[in-house]
């Protein structure tokens, strides 16, 4: 049994506090935007009290721009409410794709900063594993951090998931994996306990290039 907490504990902290400081941000950056709105509102109201008329027009487009932002803010908040009870249990049922559009919501602010794009693909099938959430995650960005860090930027990195007939499988396309720095990147850290802990390998795929992540004895069957 590997003893997690003591032997990455604080880069799982890191990793959780780097990825609740970005939502935190998000959250800022579309509240000022609400903000702001609300103000042009108000002006309009002062003015309209001064006898000039009341530009509907730009009433609607003020509140949709609200309203937009209000449905933005909804989904961050809970894509951090999903995020913050990944730690709820060590063990559970978990959903592989569920769990890769999490870590890509919550990490879109990081990767644009770095002006890279990352594209999902999924099978229709969607398998579950019994795994440990908080850990899997960490996994994820593991790999999407060093990929994302590599690259050129503007480019996107693929990240093509696997289910049918047999062990699942995540392909990261869009690495450079002939740089012999980026595998050190890769293989530093804490990956080799988060593959031991959540019964992964990574091997590396020269022609696509990329990284192939696969896990073995933890498939339940489909979701």
């Not at 504990?9 to 709105?37: D, Q, T």
């Not at 721009?65 to 989904?75: E, F, L």
């Not at 007939?165 to 690495?175: A, E, K, N, R, T």
């Amino acid at each position: 049994m590997v003893d997690f907490p003591q032997t990455a504990g604080w880069g799982i902290l890191r990793f959780f506090g780097r990825i609740s400081a970005s939502i935190s941000h998000e959250l800022k950056n579309s509240l000022s935007v609400v903000n702001e709105n609300a103000g042009l509102v108000e002006d309009l109201a002062l003015l309209t009290a001064k006898g000039r008329s009341l530009d509907i027009e730009r009433v609607k487009s003020l509140s949709g721009s609200i309203r937009r932002q209000v449905k933005r803010t909804d989904q961050i908040i809970k894509n951090m409410n999903k995020f913050a009870h990944s730690v709820d249990m060590e063990i559970k049922s978990v959903d592989i794709q569920e769990y890769l559009e999490l870590i890509a919501a919550v990490s879109a602010r990081l990767l644009a900063a770095r002006n890279i794009t990352l594209k999902l693909t999924s099978p229709q099938d969607r398998p579950s594993i019994m795994t440990s959430p908080i850990f899997l995650l960490y996994l994820f960005w593991h790999l999407i951090d060093c990929c994302s860090r590599w690259a050129e930027p503007g480019e996107t990195l693929h990240v093509d998931y696997r289910g049918e007939g047999g062990p699942i499988s995540i392909q990261f396309q869009g690495c450079t994996t002939t740089n012999p720095d980026f595998r050190n990147d890769v293989e530093g850290g804490d990956l080799s306990v988060l593959l031991t802990l959540l019964g992964c390998s990574l091997d590396w795929d020269s022609a696509q290039p990329g990284m192939n992540l696969s896990f073995q004895n933890n498939l339940l069957g489909k979701g």
